[in-house]
């Protein structure tokens, strides 16, 4: 375990973290679980994209990752009482509550996914969050995520094959999140809910 500010970092299997938990420990969680092992099979971390040339961080290959079943989905709602669960379109049978967020990542021209979505007890309505995606091509702010950021050396650095952009995090703190609220993510990944957190003092 390691603390910086009010960031706690556990490193471990989040299965047997969570399970030590009480009930309701957190407030909110907001978490980006792997929905498939395709990159990782691939054999994409370490590696350069041809596209961009930039340099992946080599995370080691591990007997552990699984993609995550009822038992986790279970254990998050038992720790926190409300979640925003990204990828939740891939988890086909488990029963999230109606509420849906979408990131628009305004990359049409992309042979990956328009959009990722979200499922959320926080209501039951549909919320959509536009923010450029796509290799270099990058949203300028939140305000205008439709806007291409003019100067490249201002992007955020990739360094993750399923990596999300600080600015949905901060804009789902920003939207979703009270003031003292515990929040839990169950996988870091890049780190960009930790930074957006830092940033925005929670």
Known sequence: METLGNITLHHGDCMDILREMPDNSFDLAIVDPPYFSGPERRGYYGKSQSTTGVKRVDYHKSDKWHVPDSEYFNELRRVAKYYIVWG???????????????????????????????????????????????????????????????????????????????????WLLTQYAKEGWKILDTHLGSGSHAIACERLGF
């Open 88 to 170: 939740c379109n891939y988890f086909i049978g488990y029963p999230f509550a109606s509420g849906r967020i979408i990131w628009d990542k305004c990359n049409q021209s992309s042979t990956y996914s328009d959009c990722e979505i979200a499922a959320t007890n926080l209501f039951s309505s549909v919320r959509l969050f536009p923010f450029m995606w796509n290799g270099m091509c990058q949203g300028k702010s939140i305000r205008e995520g439709r806007v291409m950021q003019g100067n490249k050396k201002l992007n955020e650095k990739r360094i993750h094959p399923t990596q999300k952009p600080v600015a949905l995090y901060a």
